[in-house]
C-alpha cells in the first residue's frame, strides 16, 4: 500500500510516491509556476495522480507553502504566490476526484512531524521546525503534538507583522 505525496512550494512542486512505513519508491519534480494561478496548479496536481495512482493507492498527502487548517485541509491565509489558492478546500477536491483519502497540511508542519517521526526529533516531544526557502517556514511541536493554534497558523514566522497595521 502506498501514498502519493505531493509538496508545493513557491518554486517547486516535488511528488512521489511513499510507500506506509516511509520508503520512497519513486520521486521527481517539476516548476510550480505559482504566477499562473490555481487553475494551473490543479491541472499539475491531477497529472501527478494520474500518473502515480494504482490499485495499490491508499492515500494523497499533500504539504503545501501558506496558512493551511490541516483539519479541514483548506488554505485559509498567506500571500498571494499562487493567485487564487486562498481559500482552496484541495481535500475536498482530491477526494470528490479521485475517492481516495486525501491529507493537506502545512509544508513546514510535515516536515516537523517527519522529523519526529524519522528524523532528528525522533524520540523528541517538544521542538522547533525552521525552514528557509521561498520563504521562512515554522513547525512546533508540544508534548508529541503538532501546535496548530487557534487559528492554525501558529509557527507561520515568515508572516510575522513587524509594524501595526503594516505589512
Known amino acids: 500500500m502506498n501514498i502519493i505525496a505531493i509538496d508545493i ?9 511513499v510507500s506506509l512505513r516511509g520508503e520512497v519508491i519513486f520521486s521527481s519534480s517539476l516548476l510550480t509556476e505559482a504566477s ?3 487553475e494551473q496548479l490543479l491541472e499539475k496536481i491531477f497529472k501527478i495522480v494520474e500518473k502515480l495512482k494504482d490499485e495499490k493507492t491508499v492515500g ?5 507553502t501558506g496558512q493551511i487548517d490541516g483539519r479541514i485541509g483548506k488554505v485559509v491565509g498567506g500571500t498571494n ?3 487564487g489558492w486562498i481559500g482552496t478546500n484541495l481535500v475536498e477536491i482530491l477526494e470528490r476526484k479521485y475517492k481516495v483519502p486525501a491529507v493537506l497540511e502545512n509544508d513546514v508542519n510535515c516536515a516537523a512531524l517527519g522529523e519526529m517521526w524519522m528524523g ?3 524520540g523528541k516531544e517538544n521542538f522547533l ?8 517556514g515554522g513547525g512546533i511541536v508540544l508534548k508529541g503534538e503538532l501546535l496548530r ?7 507561520e514566522f515568515g508572516h510575522i507583522q513587524i509594524v501595526k497595521n503594516g505589512v
Open 149 to 155: 493554534g487557534e487559528s492554525s497558523v501558529a509557527a
Open 81 to 83: 504566490l499562487i493567485p
Open 9 to 17: 512550494g513557491g518554486t517547486e512542486i516535488k511528488y512521489g510516491l
Open 36 to 38: 499562473k494561478g490555481v
Open 120 to 122: 532528528a526529533a525522533k
Open 60 to 64: 494523497i498527502g499533500v504539504s503545501a
Open 129 to 136: 521546525c525552521l525552514t528557509i526557502g521561498t520563504g521562512i
